[in-house]
């Protein structure tokens, strides 16, 4: 069994920051790429950033400049640190990540963490 567990959501103002961590735990085997996406009332998720094990990202234009993406191997975490916030970055944001689990350790599989609100006011 393997759990995305996400935290730091919340409110804040155009122009702030926000920090989200993500932290990855059970069966490990071993873990790819991790990443965020998002998902706003009435839209599609879409991608936000990734990173891959030897630390190469790939952001969203809309983010770019603005997000950065980051990751732990050790601990199997990876951080979204948020800065001049947006109103149009309000969205359900999802922890994402490529796991290989010890019981099946041939197969990479697809986990999603349960979401994290941010919410950016104007």
């Known amino acids: 069994q393997v759990q995305l567990v996400e935290s730091g959501g919340g409110l804040v103002q155009t122009g702030g920051s926000l920090r989200l961590s993500c932290a990855a735990s059970?069966?490990?085997?071993?873990?790819?790429?991790m990443g965020w996406y998002r998902q706003a009332p009435g839209k599609q998720r879409e991608l936000v950033a990734i990173i891959s094990t030897d630390g190469s990202t790939n952001y969203a234009d809309s983010v770019k400049g603005r997000f950065t993406v980051s990751r732990d191997n050790a601990k199997n975490t990876v951080d979204l640190q948020m800065n001049s916030l947006k109103p149009e970055d309000t969205a359900v944001y999802y922890c994402?990540?490529?796991?290989?689990?010890?019981?099946?350790?041939?197969?990479?599989?697809?986990?999603w963490g349960q979401g994290t609100q941010v919410t950016v006011s104007s």
């Open positions: 059970g069966s490990i085997f071993s873990i790819n790429v």
């Open positions: 994402n990540a490529g796991i290989r689990t010890v019981v099946a350790s041939r197969f990479w599989y697809n986990y």
